[in-house]
């Protein structure tokens, strides 16, 4: 199960995105917007943060004018690690060594055939473990607030 979630500015990618999901047959739960019309990005961001950090979703999308803000809002949800994505390295490398669990994108800077690459390349990527796994249990204990640099 995928969370879905978007402000105005990145509606026109997940409406892409969700008919991209159907095609391929892949659940999702939409957290909103269902519009442009002007919203608050942290709402959204916050509702899939919390469905995905409390395993009711495995991974999220989400999407606002650039994915800043949208990105910066999810990370604050403990368990969350959403990044910002703007090339297919990007896509993979975010899963593959930073075993990101929410994709990150703007609408008003990514194409559709982008973000639909993204999403393919997100979903479809493992987390590859070994060095990486000591990296990511080092962001956890930054998140928990027990790291010792």
């Known amino acids: 199960m995928i969370a879905l979630g ?30 442009d019309e002007s919203v608050d990005y942290p ?15 495995e991974m999220g999308i989400l999407c606002c004018g ?27 490398m975010t899963r593959r060594h930073n075993h990101a669990n929410i994709l990150c994108m703007g609408g008003r800077v990514t194409s559709v055939e982008d973000a639909l690459k993204y999403t393919e390349i997100f979903l479809n990527t493992p987390e590859e473990g ?8 080092m962001l956890t204990a930054i998140e928990e607030g027990n790291f010792e640099a």
């Open 43 to 57: 709402i959204y961001a916050y509702k899939v943060g919390k469905a995905v950090a409390g395993g009711e979703c």
């Open 6 to 35: 978007c402000d105005h500015g990145g509606y026109n990618l997940i409406v892409a995105i969700k008919d991209y999901l159907d095609e391929k047959g892949i659940a999702y739960k939409d957290f909103g917007t269902d519009s």
């Open 66 to 92: 650039t994915g800043i803000g949208i990105s910066m809002a999810a990370n604050k949800v403990k368990g969350v690690r959403a990044a910002v994505v703007n090339n297919e390295f990007g896509a993979e």
């Open 130 to 137: 070994g060095r990486h796994d000591k990296r990511v249990a």
